[in-house]
């Protein structure tokens, strides 16, 4: 296990400053610095908000990390940092920091994707991911589906949402029912006591025609819609928002199609391990969902700890080990962020 690499890993796409440190697959620090409180009151994320965030946070939580994992900056065999896709200035913030931190230590640096480093914290978890394997990203700004022959050399896209992501979904009929940004949590919170098969919300994409143009595409713009247009509809009539209701209604429709169009790709792949990952992977109704129906299908399905879920430097650090032990190359020093940075490539 000594000579398994030692890994820094820096994530700055979005609200989070995340420094992790691993060891091959094992965690010795995840350090994160949040500028979400400072976004609560926008109800989301202000980019100009967060690059200054990052730039406040990155040195005291870079001194966290190594004294958590008891390391010096000289001792770690490479720094891997997320240089896209995500906001164009938070990004610039931590490829600066990396690109620093490793002229001043000499210490080869590794430009990696944001998403594939939510597959890639998974092995900290649960050790190294079979391959091929089939991995759904949930998040704020993303949720894809995504095959993995080999996470090292690329991942290739099976489909994507084509209006909002899944957890921009919750976040704003979390706002429509008065509740706190992020609205993830407090819509997992309620639904807990209200009745998911009250409000038959539309499940997007899943028609006879969606199953041909847009098999493993999601939806979950309309599914917004309606959940306003009902909520409305109560409002103009006087009556009260069942808002527990309404939270468990909206989540299964959700939870549906995401656990669903996942298990179909694996079936129809032949493939038997599903890796979720992203913000949204730490809603509880998902990771039960994605549970009673992988194994009804004979998928095992693989979710990290919701700490690891949301953005981190672990993940970072993960995917960075994962490239160091796969003999990939590092990135010139040159490397930019790249704020539309394609999932298709794992580094850069
Ligand atoms: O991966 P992440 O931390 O940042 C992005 O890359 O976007 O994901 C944040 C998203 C937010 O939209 C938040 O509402 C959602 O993940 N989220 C959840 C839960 N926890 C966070 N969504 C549903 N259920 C949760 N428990
Ligand atoms: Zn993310």
Redesign the pocket.
């Known amino acids: 296990m000594r000579d398994a690499p030692l890994v820094l890993g820096i994530e700055t ?4 400053t995340g420094i992790g440190i691993v060891r091959g697959l094992t965690l010795l620090a995840d350090e994160v610095a949040s500028s979400v409180d400072l976004h609560a009151r926008y109800g989301g994320v202000v980019p100009e908000v967060a690059s200054r965030a990052h730039l406040e946070a990155m040195v005291p939580t870079m001194e966290r990390a190594l004294a958590t994992a008891k390391v010096k900056l000289s001792d770690v065999d490479a720094i891997a940092v997320t240089a896209g896709p ?1 906001l164009a200035g938070a990004l610039l913030v931590g490829v600066a920091a990396a690109k620093g931190y490793a002229v001043a230590a000499d210490k080869p640096v590794y430009g990696v994707n ?1 998403l594939a480093a ?1 597959v890639a914290v998974d092995t900290l978890e649960h050790g190294p991911l079979p391959e091929p394997a089939i991995a759904l990203l ?5 949720s894809s589906l995504l095959l993995i022959d080999e996470l090292s050399r690329g991942v290739i896209p099976l489909g994507a949402t084509i209006d909002d ?4 979904a ?2 704003k009929v ?1 706002r429509l029912l008065g509740m706190p ?5 407090p ?2 919170r309620a639904a807990r006591d209200g009745d998911a098969a009250a409000i038959p919300f539309p499940r997007g994409l899943t028609g006879p025609r969606d199953q041909v143009r847009h098999r493993y595409d999601f939806s979950f713009s309309g599914l917004k819609t309606a959940v306003a247009r009902w909520v409305e509809a109560r409002q103009r009539a006087g009556e009260p928002v069942p808002a527990a209701d309404v939270a468990a209604s909206f ?1 299964e429709a959700v939870c549906d199609v995401l656990t669903a169009k996942a298990v179909d790709a694996c079936v129809e792949h032949g493939i038997s391990t599903l890796v979720i ?4 992977a ?3 109704r ?1 990771r039960a969902l994605a549970e009673e129906r992988g194994g009804a299908a004979g998928v095992t399905v693989r979710v990290p700890r ?1 700490g690891l ?3 981190n430097g672990s993940m970072v650090a993960a995917l960075g080990a994962h490239l160091v032990a796969a003999g990939i190359p590092p990135s010139r020093l040159d490397l930019a962020a790249d704020s539309a940075l394609p999932v298709t490539t794992v580094t850069v």
């Open positions: 796409s979005c609200d989070e995500g944001h939510h949930v998040s704020g700004g993303h992501a899944a957890g921009e919750y976040d979390a940004f992020p609205g993830g949590p819509i997992d989540q990952g992203g913000g949204v730490a809603n509880s998902l919701p879920c949301t953005d």
